[in-house]
């Protein structure tokens, strides 16, 4: 089997010739030289069945630079940027190698280090908004590490395509700390000359600290959902607890405590059947969820969420429950969003609020952006595609007593209609 300390000894075109005398016989069904790694075998074999080419390079559709922003602003892996960079960027210009982030889809979002190298992967098409996945690309240290779910190094002609041969590559998948979802692939890439076995275990660790960073700021954002809900929770008569959204326990009241709820599908305001619980009246917090577990069969009040536009660049949204209530201060951005969304109850697409705010219907990105920033503040009364109110919660909108006041910085023509008397298409008159 193909050694990595002894490849990484060689000579890197001694190197190159070995593998890819593996490489070919692999690919005419005769007996290599020595054998492939078992990674990069399965690879192989997956590429074969899928048809993917071993001497041509085929490129997808690159990302838009819209498009590219969209998915960094909803990457969790944006949090853990600085930590990648303190790993990674100080060695990478005396290795001569680049850092590449990747989103769970193989799509390169951020891309750091030699600017030689860089220009280099330009040619390679290894570039920000480029699909890496190894339907496209064939084995290759972003894609199969996706796919194997687990570091991988990739060396010349163990890449499956032959024009990425020149290269070596190790990529570490990173995951949610919350739910074992997988973020994305944190690789290093240079030239073959480069290759040192170590790079493998450099890259692991450094994915292992991004994921320790993501740890630490769910704990610390279930410390901060704890200190909102303790106070309610002993106010509260019966069984209750809160839980962030994906579940985790931040504080309980009558019930033994669980570190995790799982929650069903489709989990949201209202009464809901929760397994390990029961029957319970779900009410939104900031940043999480308040369980009430049902004693009897009565339904208990609505949750309602009063928008109060009436003060001028004092705009807030309040949230009253069963529990009590909790404010927030609202940006100007914001307070227009909520009111369109108030204005339109059947819900409003991306691209219709872009017209609404902008008169663009295009500016699309920007308004996914701000409503996923409301929505950390409002996540279990706001829903998506489209946003909407959450049908369980009921909303009252507080007017200021002159029309013409109403969010007086804003130049989007919905809320100028609106100041007329007009409403626009969708919009409650």
């Known amino acids: 089997m193909v050694d990595v300390a002894r490849i990484s000894a ?6 190159a010739r070995l593998l890819k005398g593996v490489r070919a016989a692999a690919l005419a069904g005769d007996r290599p030289p020595a054998a492939p790694r078992p990674e990069i075998a399965a690879s192989w074999r997956r590429m074969m069945a899928q048809g993917v080419h071993p001497d041509r390079d085929a490129r997808s559709r690159m990302l838009s630079a819209a498009e590219t922003e969209e998915r960094r602003q909803v990457s969790a892996l944006r949090e853990v940027l600085p930590v990648l960079r303190e790993g990674l960027l100080p060695a990478l210009d005396e290795a ?70 020149e290269w070596t590559c190790a990529g570490a998948p990173v995951r949610d700390p919350r739910d074992g979802r997988l973020l994305g692939v944190i690789d290093v890439s240079g030239p073959l000359a480069t290759m040192h076995p170590a790079t493998l275990a450099w890259v692991t660790s450094v994915a292992r600290l991004a994921e320790r960073e993501l740890r630490i700021r769910h704990l610390e954002s279930l410390e901060r959902l704890r200190t909102v809900a303790s106070p309610l929770l002993a106010r509260l008569p019966g069984r209750a607890l809160a839980v962030d959204p994906h579940g985790w326990t931040a504080a309980v009241a009558g019930v033994a405590p669980a570190e995790r709820i799982p929650l069903p599908r489709g989990f949201g305001p209202g009464r809901t059947w929760v397994p390990p619980l029961g029957d319970c009246t779900v009410e939104p917090l900031p940043g999480g969820w308040l369980l009430r577990i049902a004693e009897d069969r009565a339904d208990a009040p609505a949750t309602r969420l009063v928008l109060d536009l009436s003060r001028n660049g004092s705009w807030s949204a309040t949230v009253y429950g069963a529990a009590g209530s909790w404010s927030h201060e609202l940006s100007p951005r914001h307070a227009e969003l909520l009111f369109l969304l108030v204005e339109s109850p059947r819900g409003r697409s991306a691209a219709e609020l872009s017209a609404e705010l902008f008169g663009d219907p295009t500016r699309t990105v920007t308004v996914r952006a701000e409503m996923s920033r409301v929505r950390r503040h409002l996540a279990g009364v706001l829903t998506h595609r489209p946003y909407r109110f959450a049908q369980d919660v009921e909303v009252e909108l507080i007017r200021p007593q002159d029309a013409g006041a109403l969010l007086p910085h804003s130049t989007a023509p919905a809320v100028l209609r609106a100041r007329l008397g007009r409403p626009g298409p969708g919009m409650v008159p």
Not at 10 to 15: F, K
Request: proline fraction near 1%; charge should be positive.
């Open 10 to 15: 060689m000579d890197a075109r001694e190197a």
């Open 96 to 165: 001569l190698h680049i850092m590449v982030v990747a989103d769970a889809e193989g799509r390169l979002l951020w891309r750091e280090g030699h600017r030689s190298i860089l220009r280099k992967a330009d040619r390679l098409g290894f570039s920000v908004g480029a699909d890496w996945g190894e339907r496209v690309v064939g084995t290759n240290g972003v894609g199969t590490a996706l796919v194997a779910r687990r570091p991988v190094q990739v060396f010349s002609a163990e890449h499956f395509v032959s024009s990425h041969h």
